[in-house]
């Protein structure tokens, strides 16, 4: 598909084009312990490291880009309104991994439902319907999603 896929985008958005992850390094100190989730444990001397997080995640290829999420279509998935999206171009997409679809020149992030007796988008809402495509319509996996990062309101 030569053209690039467009939707609407929340107010304050950029238009959703990928953004090639491979700009720069995003160097953040790593504090060398673990944080708990459940019950406090002991103090602990801390450690701190530097760690570069597009090597960690897989941004640093060629193939990575960065789109933000726009709806609520994915939250069983555990992505959410906001969340910005790896996406890597040269993974293979298999049934059951989340893509970015662009179907009839929108993108689209789902879940790929792949098996004999057809193809179609899986939503991660119940209120969203899954997408069966029809005639006519054009169906390009863009990609496959490796990661979310979810920004919180401080």
Known sequence: MNSICKTALPVGFEPMVPIPALQAPMLVTLICNKVQAGFPSPAEDLGMVRLDLSKLIGADEEDAYFMWVSGDSMVQFGIF???????????????????IACLDRDFLVKKLYKKPDGTKLQAG????????????QTLEIWGVVTNTVRMFKA
């Open 125 to 136: 809402n119940p209120e969203v319907p899954d997408i069966v495509l029809k005639d006519g």
């Open 81 to 99: 309104d906001g969340d910005l999206v790896l996406i890597r171009k040269r993974k293979r997409p298999r049934h059951g991994q989340i893509v």
